[in-house]
């Protein structure tokens, strides 16, 4: 299984704590499943896990056939560039929009995303295979279901928790 996660992260976000990054490493663990995190924003990358900006990620997709694309960002308008490829190509796809969805956020530039919804990203969340959320009360909180809603939590590191809270208090 082929899995590609496309999130807008910078090489500093992705190296240091970043769940994301964990979750494509420990996916990549398992026994025939081939993970990935894209990012536009990565310029210089040395990891083999993580596809930088200089990629032409609709080639990649069109090339790799990943089984599962996942999108950590919603309001990113690349999302809606590559969309329109992953249905033509049949390709599943899931939304993790990490509190985006939240009905406090959307207040957050109303007007704005109100427009956006009606004319792009409605049909993007609508036409999802699932929308991932990060806890039963983001899920709840949420303005927008599509029927096909799981919370899955994310991993923590205890270590990387500690080791942040000792440096903080430092």
């Known amino acids: 299984m082929k899995i590609l996660h496309i999130a807008d992260m910078t090489e500093f976000h992705i190296k240091i704590d970043s769940v994301i990054y964990r979750s494509v490493v420990e996916e990549n663990k398992i026994d025939g499943v081939s993970s990935f995190l894209y990012s536009s924003s990565v310029t210089d990358n040395k990891n083999e896990f993580i596809l930088g900006g200089d990629l032409n990620i609709k080639e990649f997709i069109k090339n790799e056939m990943p089984d599962l694309v996942i999108f ?15 249905k033509s190509l049949n ?10 969805l939240s009905r406090a956020v959307f ?5 704005k995303k109100t427009f956006f919804n009606l ?3 409605n049909r993007f969340i609508k036409n999802a295979s699932g929308i991932i959320f990060l806890s039963k ?7 927008f279901r ?13 270590k990387i928790l500690e080791s942040n809270m000792e440096k903080k208090t430092e």
């Open 137 to 143: 009360g983001e899920m709840k909180q949420s303005f």
């Open 91 to 100: 390709i599943k796809y899931a939304i993790r929009p990490h509190g985006s």
């Open 72 to 86: 950590h960002s919603l309001y990113k308008l690349n999302n809606l560039k590559i969309y329109p490829l992953l």
């Open 107 to 111: 207040k957050k530039n109303l007007l």
């Open 146 to 158: 599509n029927g096909k809603n799981i919370f899955l939590p994310n991993m923590i590191d205890i």
């Open 119 to 121: 004319l792009f990203f």
